[in-house]
């Protein structure tokens, strides 16, 4: 990339929140037809850095200066922006729920004149956007009805509509399994050849180092360094020194299990979807969960995966058909999330914006709310209790806020995580469900969560995790059930499984077990 232009320069750029400094003097030069990567730890300010480039916090907000494609810019907010050429695609993505994939794509840019849309030529194009990543979907399909890999692409789809000379992508494979992140990858690489530019910021440092070109590290709102991929050796060990300061020897936790009997047991599970009755996401799925194990649920995406989970806590999601329930040897009924909680269940949900956190509320009351009952009085709950609990978590879950009486939207995505697992841990449960706990959150802060999750299981709970990252699973689990097109396929000791094993009986429904 030697000896190319660089499209955008941010120079000393600054950016202060009240108790807060999340910039201190951050600079980046990215050159023109490349992918740059930009890595640190949660709260780093990786996305407070792009939320200033792409105006989301406007000029006069932040010091600093910024040149993009030559030109000193100031942009009042995120319009101004894509007018210059620059598209984000946030880490939550912003899509409307209710409307078609079509209306999303042109939402703010619709085809037409004189106020009237021209649908027919809309979904002409809507096609050949989806074509172009990979997403064979009916264009009029409302998004609340496709999942959230599905959607990412919707967004990128979005993009690329708009004459984009620099896009950003914040966390863009967080939600997709690996065959769609390769495809993510690839078309990222694809764009620079027609001329685009890229930010990406991730946390997984395997596809940083397949696809950038170059890395800025930002540590504690700070530039740390930025590296050239090829010309410095670049591999995950150097970038997670720079990102944290220190080597880690190990990603996960050292762990003996301690396992006991079976206490939690499924058998034969049956869901119909929630709009299709037709349709079944779950088919007659039998596991079970002993003391201080840990459980790993391998699958793709529309797997069933998730379905599974929250139809199991409280009956969730879709339609309970059939299938029964048991824990210490005795069958029980959950059939509300109420009934769940009150019998030892909770679950950390992969959408933590729209089904974990209340974004209206603070933090203190964020870790308390499942489960008032436990610092109130009466109907009134006790503040300080509340106070001192929610303090507690913040220190044994390294939240980073200044104060617990902080709002939970003005947290990162990775801290926004540890608040929902602070919440359910709060709760006592026997069993803990985690569904991709670990999306969006960085390497050293997986490695706490992972060592939390290792603690609760040595206190002789039980934890069934969801992950679309093979590594993490194979690291952290005792056994790992896959899952096909709602069915249970497999149940493998994770000290016989690897990553060809799994992915044969995740793509495959020739064998189904009932429990192991």
Request: glycine fraction near 10%; hydrophobic fraction near 40%.
């Amino acid at each position: 990339m030697a000896g190319e232009p660089a499209i955008l320069e941010m120079r000393s750029i600054t950016k202060e929140f009240p108790g807060v400094k999340a910039l201190s003097n951050v600079s980046l030069i990215v050159l023109a037809g490349e992918v740059h990567a930009i890595c640190g730890e949660n709260g780093a300010g990786k996305s407070t850095l792009m939320k200033v480039l792409s105006g989301v916090y406007p000029a006069g907000t932040y010091t600093g200066d910024i040149i993009f494609r030559g030109e000193h810019v100031q942009f009042k907010d995120i319009r101004s922006s894509e007018a210059a050429g620059i598209a984000i695609i946030h880490q939550e993505l912003a899509l409307v729920s209710e409307l078609s994939i079509t209306e999303n794509i042109f939402l703010g840019n619709e085809l037409g004149a004189f106020g009237v849309i021209n649908w027919v030529e809309a979904k002409k194009r809507a096609i050949e956007l989806l074509a172009r990543v990979g997403l064979r979907e009916d264009p009029d399909t409302l998004v609340k009805h496709i999942g959230v890999g599905k959607q990412q692409l919707v967004e990128i789809a979005k993009a690329l509509n708009k004459s984009v000379k620099l896009l950003i992508l914040d966390e863009p494979t967080a939600a997709l399994n690996e065959a769609d992140s390769q495809h993510l990858l690839d078309l990222i690489r694809g764009l620079k050849g027609k001329g685009i530019s890229s930010i990406v910021i991730s946390h997984k440092l395997n596809e940083i180092e397949q696809v950038a070109d170059s890395i800025t590290i930002i540590r504690d709102g700070k530039t740390i360094e930025t590296l050239n991929v090829k010309d410095d050796g670049v591999n995950e060990d150097r970038i997670i020194r720079g990102m944290v300061g220190r080597s880690l020897e190990s990603r996960f936790p050292d762990r003996t299990p301690r396992i006991g009997e079976v206490f939690f047991e499924v058998r034969d599970w049956t869901v119909q979807h929630p709009l299709a009755a037709e349709r079944l996401v779950v088919k007659g799925s039998s596991l079970n969960v002993r003391r201080g194990e840990i459980v790993g649920i391998a699958g793709l995406m529309g797997a069933g995966r998730t379905e599974l989970a929250m139809s199991i806590f409280g009956r969730s999601y879709g339609k309970y058909v059939s299938g029964q329930i048991y824990k210490n040897g005795e069958a029980i009924e959950l059939r509300s999330v109420a009934e769940a909680i009150e019998h030892g269940l909770a679950y950390v949900s992969e959408d933590r914006k729209a089904l974990g956190l209340n974004l209206l509320d603070d933090i203190k009351r964020s870790v308390v709310s499942a489960k008032l009952t436990k610092i109130s009085v009466g109907q009134v709950v006790n503040e300080a209790k509340e106070y001192s609990v929610a303090e507690e978590y913040r220190k044994t879950l390294r939240i980073k806020t200044p104060s617990v009486d902080a709002g939970v939207n003005k947290l990162s995505g990775g801290n926004q995580q540890k608040v929902v697992l602070a919440k359910w841990m709060f709760t006592d449960p026997d069993l803990l469900i985690l569904d991709e706990p670990t999306r969006g959150i960085d390497v050293g802060a997986k490695y706490e969560i992972y060592g939390i999750i290792q603690a609760l299981a040595a206190q002789g709970k039980g934890v069934i995790l969801i992950s679309s990252e093979l590594p993490e699973l194979l690291g952290l689990v005792d056994r790992i059930y896959t899952v096909f097109e709602g069915s249970i396929t497999d149940c493998i000791p994770a000290a016989e499984a690897d990553p060809e094993t799994l992915m044969r009986s995740m793509t495959s429904a020739r064998k189904k077990v009932q429990s192991t």
